[in-house]
T-cell receptor, first 114, second 115 residues
């Protein structure tokens, strides 16, 4: 069964450092999402890509966060500089194309900022 | 703002019993709803979905009920098993359609199944 891949699974960093997360969606899925999930809460959308284009980044803190999906396949989410409040699970999801398509999630990257 | 919420933050059931997890939503324009299961340290796993033109949908051991009149969604799990222990999230499609729709998650309900 095809799955969304994410790496690393865990990341510990010090504040003010740069971190990057990688996501490889299910093959053929045009839409890719990055979510942030704080412990005990539901995921919150950070950015949505349709192929290589950003569709929605209204909730992405653009002063420190950036995301790219250059070839419309895998994607990278970067934080620079990391702050203590960035500690969370970062989830990637993908879906084939339309609004009726289910989003399938990867295992996430657990970020701890010290 | 408009949001998705849950009536019960925790639910404890005995193995073999049926479980019902509830969710209230406030956006009457939402047209697609999904239940996800999230085990500790893992990403959310799709369970079942329902569109607003339906009021019931059944899967394997799970049933989702949608009551648009009172904006209520429920997930029923039959013969609950220890492997069902997880946090369950409902999510709603709050977007305008096409490729620019936004899935908004509720806070989650922790289901604990006692052997």
């Amino acid at each position: 069964e095809a799955e969304v891949a994410q790496s690393p699974r865990y990341k510990i960093t010090e504040k003010s450092q740069a971190v990057a997360f990688w996501c490889d969606p299910i093959s053929g899925h045009a839409t890719l999402y990055w979510y942030r999930q704080i412990l005990g809460q539901g995921p919150e959308l950070l950015v949505q890509f349709q192929d290589e284009s950003v569709v929605d980044d209204s909730q992405l803190p653009k002063d420190r966060f950036s995301a790219e999906r250059l070839k419309g396949v895998d994607s990278t989410l970067k934080i620079q500089p990391a702050e203590l409040g960035d500690s969370a699970m970062y989830l990637c999801a993908s879906s084939p194309d339309s609004e009726w398509d289910t989003q399938y999630f990867g295992p996430g990257t657990r970020l701890t900022v010290l | 703002g408009e949001s998705v919420g849950l009536h019960l933050p925790t639910l404890s059931v005995q193995e073999g019993d049926n479980s019902i997890i509830n969710c209230a939503y406030s956006n009457s324009a939402s047209d697609y709803f999904i239940w996800y299961k999230q085990e500790s340290g893992k990403g959310p796993q799709f369970i079942i979905d329902i569109r607003s033109n339906m009021d019931k949908r059944q899967g394997q051991r799970v049933t989702v009920l949608l009551n648009k009149t009172v904006k209520h969604l429920s997930l029923q799990i039959a013969a609950t098993q220890p492997g069902d222990s997880a946090v369950y999230f409902c999510a709603e499609n709050m977007g305008s359609g096409g490729s620019n729709y936004k899935l908004t998650f509720g806070k989650g309900t922790l289901l604990t199944v006692n052997p």
